[in-house]
């Protein structure tokens, strides 16, 4: 784990990229805990046949650590429980080297499922799949929090899961599709300068639809005036106002985020095995490294990014300097130069 998160931190392309960098730093090893030697035959058999449960169970354990480090109370709406925004990436594999990652005739690849916690910006939920699983699926394996909120697009909808998400007495906040068959019971005053053209609470419609989904919901329009688009919200929460259902639905944007800084930050498109189980390991390991990123720059009060601590740590990271000293945000226009008598060359 200690040479996968190394090559996360510092970003190496490669299993002979990843050893060249350890080999440069041999007499440190056994201080870092590598023990007495780092092999590339090591390695890739460890990425083999040691279960990647093991690193799924240490990222849980950070991911729990970082959420409780990284909680801020000054989130912009008034919401007891947790804001959760489910989605999936997919990433593309090379079929003829990732035998076993079927999604297409000549394409492969995996789908990484993520239920990112937006209070904290920590992912709070992992599961990696096959490509072709519908995201729908990852519904039935997630474990409901009371209170809190479940934000996702409308690939997400089925109302006999979304149904379940209200028996455990949580919050779903999707987009309708223009399908939907949706009877309307009594509607609320709206405000329209805001952007909210309707707010009704209703039934569905049809036999089936309403064994899946039997109780009452709540339909909201609304239009984004800076996108200039129109959205139709479902969601089974009345004690919010519609314009706060609509600024919880736009927070679902922040997982996406998620996706594109993992995917350029980190090392979760080009992989150092082949294998499963190798490839599960490695993004666990980039989760592993995300966490602690957060967590040192949480606790040591950094004003700093993410992004720019995981930059300055890639190129001092067997420093000696102090991390606090590292990642101190100096302010170098405030610096009082030396006066001089130098001669001043003429023409500038």
């Given at each position: 784990?200690?040479?996968?998160?190394?090559g996360?931190?510092t970003s190496r392309?490669?299993?002979?990229?990843?050893?060249l960098s350890?080999?440069?730093?041999r007499?440190?090893?056994?201080?870092?805990g590598?023990?007495?030697?780092?092999?590339?035959?090591?390695l890739?058999?460890?990425?083999?046949?040691?279960?990647?449960r093991?690193?799924?169970e240490?990222?849980y354990?950070l991911?729990?650590?970082?959420?409780?480090s990284?909680?801020?109370?000054?989130?912009?709406?008034?919401?007891d429980g947790?804001?959760?925004?489910?989605?999936?990436?997919?990433?593309?594999?090379?079929l003829?080297?990732?035998w076993w990652?079927?999604?297409?005739?000549?394409?492969?690849?995996?789908k990484?499922?993520?239920?990112?916690?937006?209070?904290?910006?920590i992912?709070g939920?992992?599961?990696?799949?096959?490509?072709?699983?519908?995201?729908?699926n990852?519904?039935?394996?997630?474990?409901?929090?009371?209170g809190?909120?479940?934000v996702?697009?409308?690939?997400y909808?089925?109302?006999?899961?979304?149904y379940?998400?209200?028996?455990q007495?949580?919050?779903?906040?999707?987009?309708?599709k223009?399908?939907?068959?949706?009877?309307?019971?009594?509607?609320?005053?709206?405000?329209?300068?805001?952007?909210?053209?309707?707010?009704?609470?209703?039934?569905?419609?049809?036999?089936h639809a309403?064994?899946?989904y039997?109780?009452?919901?709540?339909?909201?329009?609304?239009f984004?005036?800076?996108?200039?688009?129109e959205f139709?919200f479902?969601?089974?929460n009345?004690?919010?106002?519609?314009?706060?259902i609509a600024?919880?639905?736009k927070?679902?944007?922040?997982?996406?985020?998620?996706?594109?800084?993992?995917?350029?930050?980190?090392?979760?498109?080009s992989?150092?095995?082949i294998?499963i189980?190798?490839?599960?390991i490695?993004?666990?390991?980039?989760i592993?490294?995300?966490?602690?990123?957060a967590i040192?720059?949480?606790?040591?009060k950094?004003k700093r990014?993410?992004?720019e601590?995981?930059?300055i740590?890639?190129i001092?990271l067997?420093?000696?300097?102090?991390?606090?000293e590292?990642?101190?945000?100096?302010?170098?226009k405030?610096?009082?130069?030396?006066e001089?008598?130098?001669?001043?060359i003429n023409?500038?």
């Amino acid at each position: 784990m200690l040479c996968m998160v190394f090559g996360q931190l510092t970003s190496r392309d490669g299993m002979r990229d990843l050893i060249l960098s350890l080999e440069a730093h041999r007499p440190k090893y056994y201080h870092l805990g590598f023990g007495t030697s780092v092999t590339r035959r090591n390695l890739g058999k460890a990425n083999e046949k040691r279960s990647h449960r093991i690193f799924e169970e240490f990222a849980y354990a950070l991911i729990a650590e970082a959420r409780k480090s990284c909680y801020r109370d000054d989130f912009e709406i008034d919401v007891d429980g947790n804001v959760h925004a489910l989605d999936s990436t997919t990433i593309d594999l090379c079929l003829s080297v990732f035998w076993w990652a079927e999604f297409r005739k000549a394409k492969g690849g995996i789908k990484l499922h993520v239920l990112y916690d937006v209070k904290t910006s920590i992912p709070g939920f992992l599961h990696i799949s096959n490509a072709s699983l519908h995201d729908v699926n990852v519904l039935d394996i997630l474990a409901y929090e009371a209170g809190s909120f479940y934000v996702m697009d409308k690939a997400y909808i089925d109302f006999a899961r979304l149904y379940e998400i209200h028996l455990q007495k949580a919050f779903f906040v999707t987009r309708a599709k223009k399908n939907m068959r949706f009877k309307r019971m009594y509607s609320t005053r709206t405000d329209r300068v805001k952007g909210i053209k309707y707010d009704q609470i209703g039934k569905l419609e049809g036999r089936h639809a309403k064994k899946s989904y039997p109780e009452k919901f709540r339909r909201i329009k609304y239009f984004d005036g800076e996108a200039e688009k129109e959205f139709i919200f479902l969601t089974n929460n009345t004690d919010h106002n519609a314009t706060e259902i609509a600024m919880l639905y736009k927070k679902r944007w922040e997982v996406e985020l998620f996706f594109k800084w993992m995917k350029q930050h980190l090392r979760i498109k080009s992989f150092w095995g082949i294998s499963i189980n190798a490839v599960k390991i490695q993004i666990y390991c980039a989760i592993i490294a995300y966490c602690l990123v957060a967590i040192i720059g949480n606790k040591l009060k950094s004003k700093r990014r993410i992004y720019e601590i995981l930059q300055i740590l890639s190129i001092s990271l067997l420093d000696k300097t102090p991390v606090r000293e590292i990642l101190t945000d100096y302010d170098y226009k405030d610096v009082k130069e030396l006066e001089s008598k130098q001669l001043k060359i003429n023409g500038f």
